[in-house]
């Protein structure tokens, strides 16, 4: 099975995704969607109530909570990295 190289959610969620297109990020660096170049191919999994895109969106919102990612409510839900960093996610890589 093709996998996609180099997918990261630092560069691939530098910008504001909302929450389905960072969902499909956070599940392309999981190995979850290797095969894929667009987020149509698994619409179902983002559209619809599931376990697979229930975890990663609670997944999400809990690297928002610890810092990792930004969170926005408007326009609407959105994610993009926190380029700053939680302060202790810094302190590690000294």
Known sequence: MPRLVGVTLE????????CDGAAFVLGQTLGLFPDATRMSQYKGIFWSVNPVGDALHNTLVALAEAGVLE????????FRWNA???PYLRDWRS
Do not use: F, S
């Open 11 to 18: 560069r691939d969620l530098a910008e504001w995704h909302d």
């Open 71 to 78: 969170q926005r409510e408007e326009p609407d839900l959105q």
């Open 84 to 86: 700053a960093g939680p």
